[in-house]
Structure formats: structure tokens, C-alpha cells
């Protein structure tokens, strides 16, 4: 038995869903690797366990921070999703602005042609 056979047994070992066989304990009992690894599982899991039993107070004001935050982030982005909206609104502004003077002056310079034209005749 080999040391990557084994590591990939010992979690289930040290949680309790699988049983190691006797080459498996005989591989442990004389690897001092396979042991430091079995160590390692059983701190992680007792580990794990605590964390099931502590309950964590958050500190006070916790929550009304972290919605205020939320708020913010919101309003920020209402003000941004706006912004751009009106940026729209104010390029075709700008754009049928220009396009209207464009028209007033081709017939501004229709009409004093046309006056031209009276006169000379």
C-alpha cells in the first residue's frame, strides 16, 4: 500500500464514512507521513465541530450599517443609470439642434438668393 492510496482513504476514515482494512491501519501505524496527515484530518474536523457550536453575536449596528451601505450603493447607481439616460437625451437634443440650424440656413441662403435673383431682373 502507498502513501497516495491511503491519503485518498483517510478523510472518509476520520469522518466516519468508511472503515480503514487492516493493510490500510498497518500503512498508517508504520508512516509517519500518512500519521501527520491523519493528525491534520482529525484538528480539521474538531475544528469543523466547534464552528457548529459557536453563535456569533454581530457587533451592534452591524445591520443598520450594512443596509445604509446597500442604500447607497443603490442610489448610486439610480443617479448613474440617469445620468446616462439624460447624456442620451442631450446628444439627440444637440444633434436635431444642429441639423435644424443646418435647414435654417440652407433656406436662409435659398431665400436671399431668391432676392437676388428679384432685384438683378
Given at each position: 500500500m502507498q502513501c497516495d492510496d491511503v491519503a485518498v482513504l483517510l478523510p472518509e476514515i476520520v469522518?466516519?464514512?468508511?472503515?480503514?482494512?487492516?493493510?490500510?491501519?498497518?500503512?498508517?501505524e508504520s508512516c509517519l507521513r500518512c500519521q501527520a496527515e491523519l493528525v491534520q484530518y482529525r484538528k480539521l474536523l474538531k475544528a469543523l465541530h466547534q464552528l457548529r457550536t459557536q453563535v456569533l453575536e454581530p457587533a451592534p449596528g452591524l445591520l443598520t450599517d450594512i443596509l445604509a451601505g446597500l442604500e447607497a450603493a443603490g442610489e448610486r447607481r439610480a443617479v448613474r443609470s440617469l445620468l446616462s439616460g439624460r447624456t442620451a437625451a442631450y446628444a439627440g437634443g444637440i444633434a436635431a439642434t444642429a441639423a435644424a440650424g443646418a435647414v435654417g440656413a440652407l433656406l436662409l441662403?435659398?431665400?436671399?438668393?431668391?432676392?437676388?435673383?428679384?432685384?438683378?431682373?
Amino acid at each position: 500500500m502507498q502513501c497516495d492510496d491511503v491519503a485518498v482513504l483517510l478523510p472518509e476514515i476520520v469522518d466516519g464514512d468508511a472503515v480503514a482494512d487492516r493493510r490500510v491501519q498497518r500503512h498508517v501505524e508504520s508512516c509517519l507521513r500518512c500519521q501527520a496527515e491523519l493528525v491534520q484530518y482529525r484538528k480539521l474536523l474538531k475544528a469543523l465541530h466547534q464552528l457548529r457550536t459557536q453563535v456569533l453575536e454581530p457587533a451592534p449596528g452591524l445591520l443598520t450599517d450594512i443596509l445604509a451601505g446597500l442604500e447607497a450603493a443603490g442610489e448610486r447607481r439610480a443617479v448613474r443609470s440617469l445620468l446616462s439616460g439624460r447624456t442620451a437625451a442631450y446628444a439627440g437634443g444637440i444633434a436635431a439642434t444642429a441639423a435644424a440650424g443646418a435647414v435654417g440656413a440652407l433656406l436662409l441662403a435659398h431665400r436671399a438668393r431668391e432676392r437676388r435673383l428679384a432685384l438683378a431682373s
